[in-house]
């Protein structure tokens, strides 16, 4: 079993497009596992593939590209284990989107190394704060925000799935590798 340092330098975090392979197949993944955990709660089922279809286009991720977003991809030894987005909502606010890591590479660090990557993303990109919003049932991921120091706040757009909002200031300075 290898240790938490060990751990944590196998991972590396890299822009890259949206509509890439491996990119594509996390944004579905994650869509499907945010849909199924949702009709699970509501509905007591699993979402159909035409509402992940449906789901995609809703919330596309054609804004995660330079100059103005970002589409960060988590490689734990070279396997592909997750994602988070990036984009900008005005000239000092980025906003965080679909922050995912599948499911084999979960309690491994992977989650923090994206969170990191992100916020050094948004202030590259002049940002000097970082917004999200998430579930209540969603409680790994709150739970992940606020370890992260990221401070519940009002909402600040009415998406009718989101139920938590969040904000963390964020400084200017270089990405980690």
């Known amino acids: ?11 590396t975090v890299r822009a890259e497009p949206p509509g890439s392979p491996d990119a594509g197949a996390l944004l579905r993944e994650y869509y ?4 199924d955990r949702y009709f699970a709660l509501y509905e007591g089922r699993r979402s159909t593939p035409q509402e992940i279809e449906e789901g995609v286009a809703e919330y596309p991720s054609a804004d995660l590209v330079p100059p ?3 589409l960060l991809v988590a490689r734990a030894g070279g396997m592909v284990a997750g994602c988070a987005g990036v984009r900008m909502l005005d000239a000092r606010t980025a906003e965080l989107k679909q ?8 309690g ?9 990557a992100a916020e050094s993303a948004a202030a590259r ?13 969603l409680v790994e991921a709150v739970a992940l925000y606020r370890r992260h120091g990221f401070a519940e706040i009002e909402p600040y757009h ?4 989101a139920e938590v909002f969040f904000e963390k200031r964020v400084g200017r300075h270089p990405s980690p590798g």
């Open 32 to 35: 499907t596992e945010v849909a």
């Open 125 to 137: 990109l002049g940002a000097e704060r970082v917004r999200l919003d998430t579930r209540r049932d």
């Open 158 to 161: 009415d998406d009718p799935y």
């Open 108 to 116: 491994r660090g992977g989650a923090g190394r994206l969170l990191t």
């Open 1 to 11: 079993m290898c240790d938490a340092g060990a751990l944590r330098s196998l991972w």
């Open 68 to 70: 103005r977003g970002v």
């Open 99 to 106: 922050v995912f890591v599948r499911v084999p590479w979960r």
